[in-house]
């Protein structure tokens, strides 16, 4: 608060300013540029860097100012323009960012508003400082500080405010607030986390915040609170955090522990949704070939090629999204080390090395709802036809596809390649 000006005059203007806005009388300066910082903006560019989406949301926030957010009163004295009325200037948070407004109304009763975000200097307005017992205009310094959470020791480089005349640290709210959420994001960055990462693990798994609450088991507003910096997860709700910084996947497995709590069309509208369905799809079909069929590696690939060529064949398209490539044992899956990584990662499948080979297991059955009937019936139609195969068998019958003898090691095998699948050659 600025001790020099009479806030009931802000507060009256403000009621009036208000009334305005929302009768629709408002407009922006627009100034083709501004000074912000050190360098030249334009109005655009200043919406861009305090993060506003359209023009409702910075009046939305007009309508929120306060008395003791203007920090100066002075005369608009632009010479284009044939009033001369009183300029009120604020210092507002918003995204966190400190914004600098200015108002004015003129002679039409036309509300007329200019922003962007607020230069060092008007950004340290005068504060009070306790020892001195007066407003002072406050200086910054960089200084770095060592604090304890939690266990913890870590080093967090802060911007502090002073008196320029005792050297007290004055610490206003704005202020307070910034520091305080850096050193707690400090905190969290020991872990390879921060409070937008937070947000951004829930983002990229494309799920709700209810949604993840009832994954989880935790409240929404638990998840709120989390994303907004309102507080900092400990325990349990750290270590899912962690984990799925590490790895997004662990999400279906959360999932499905947590099946029975969701009705079945919400369960697979959720996993829909998700980022890696594909590769879960995928998973279950490999799950499909192998129930009370383990088999080694390369009749595991013949058996995944034939499905999803056999599907292309029948109905124009594959049963996953898995790409093929030519190799000297016939069409195998593009990286496919990656996929056997991530299935056995989450214990879908396990291994069992025989001599020089390598046969799959499945652990969980497949999941069959996943799968519409054209290719449930396809999955089931190739499984009884390729079954009792030797993987040699199977690998001379895959020499004979056209697809694979039209490419070179290496090459994808296009799914155009389809209608010349002939399971008579097997």
């Known amino acids: 608060m600025n001790s020099t000006i009479d806030y009931s005059i802000v507060d009256n203007f403000l009621n009036i300013a208000k009334k305005e806005i929302k009768k629709g009388n408002r407009e922006f300066i627009s100034y083709r540029f501004i000074k912000s910082n050190g360098k030249t903006v334009t109005t655009k560019q200043a919406l861009l860097d305090i993060g506003i989406i359209n023009s409702k949301e910075i009046w939305k926030y007009i309508l929120e100012l306060k008395p003791d957010e203007c920090f100066k009163i002075s005369k608009d004295y632009d010479n284009k323009r044939d009033f001369n009325s009183e300029m009120f200037e604020f210092i507002k948070l918003i995204n966190k960012k400190q914004v600098y407004i200015k108002l004015t109304i003129n002679d039409v009763n036309l509300v007329c508003l200019s922003f962007h975000i607020a230069n060092k200097e008007v950004f340290m307005k005068k504060i009070y400082c306790y020892n001195c017992n007066t407003y002072v205009e406050a200086k910054q310094k960089k200084e770095k500080n060592v604090y304890e959470f939690r266990g913890k020791s870590f080093e967090v480089e802060e911007t502090i405010v002073y008196c320029p005349n005792c050297d007290l640290e004055l610490l206003p709210d704005e202020v307070l607030d910034n520091e305080m959420n850096k050193i707690y994001n400090a905190y969290l960055n020991l872990f390879d986390l921060s409070f937008k990462k937070i947000k951004e693990i829930r983002n990229r798994l494309n799920i709700s915040q209810e949604t993840m609450a009832k994954?989880?088991?935790?409240?929404?507003?638990?998840?709120?609170?989390?994303?907004?910096?309102?507080s900092i997860p400990q325990g349990e709700y750290l270590e899912t955090y962690i984990s799925?910084?590490?790895?997004?996947?662990?999400?279906?497995?959360?999932?499905?522990?947590?099946?029975?709590?969701?009705?079945?069309?919400?369960?697979?509208?959720?996993?829909?949704k998700l980022p890696f369905y594909e590769e879960y799809k995928a998973i279950n079909a490999v799950l499909y070939i192998l129930e009370n069929n383990p088999i080694y590696e390369t009749a595991l690939m013949k058996n995944m090629f034939a499905v999803d060529f056999n599907h292309a064949k029948k109905f124009k398209i594959p049963i996953t999204d898995l790409k093929y490539v030519h190799m000297?044992?016939?069409?195998?899956?593009?990286?496919?080390?990656?996929?056997?990584n991530l299935m056995l990662k989450n214990s879908y499948i396990e291994l069992e090395i025989d001599e020089d080979k390598t046969k799959f297991r499945s652990v969980y059955k497949s999941d069959k709802n996943l799968f519409s009937k054209t290719e449930l019936s396809t999955l089931k139609e190739t499984k009884n036809i390729l079954e009792g195969h030797t993987a040699k068998e199977l690998s001379d019958w895959s020499h004979k596809f056209k697809g694979w003898e039209a490419t070179k090691t290496g090459e994808f095998i296009s799914?155009?390649?389809?209608k010349f699948l002939d399971f008579n050659k097997l």
């Not at 799925?244 to 509208?269: A, C, T």
């Not at 016939?330 to 496919?336: D, L, S, T």
């Not at 799914?415 to 389809?418: F, G, L, M, V």
């Open 415 to 418: 799914y155009e390649y389809a």
């Open 215 to 230: 994954i989880l088991g935790w409240s929404k507003k638990s998840i709120v609170r989390y994303e907004t910096g309102e």
């Open 328 to 340: 000297d044992f016939g069409p195998v899956i593009h990286n496919r080390n990656d996929f056997y």
């Open 244 to 272: 799925l910084q590490k790895d997004p996947f662990l999400i279906i497995k959360l999932l499905e522990k947590k099946k029975k709590d969701f009705k079945e069309q919400e369960y697979y509208n959720i996993l829909k």
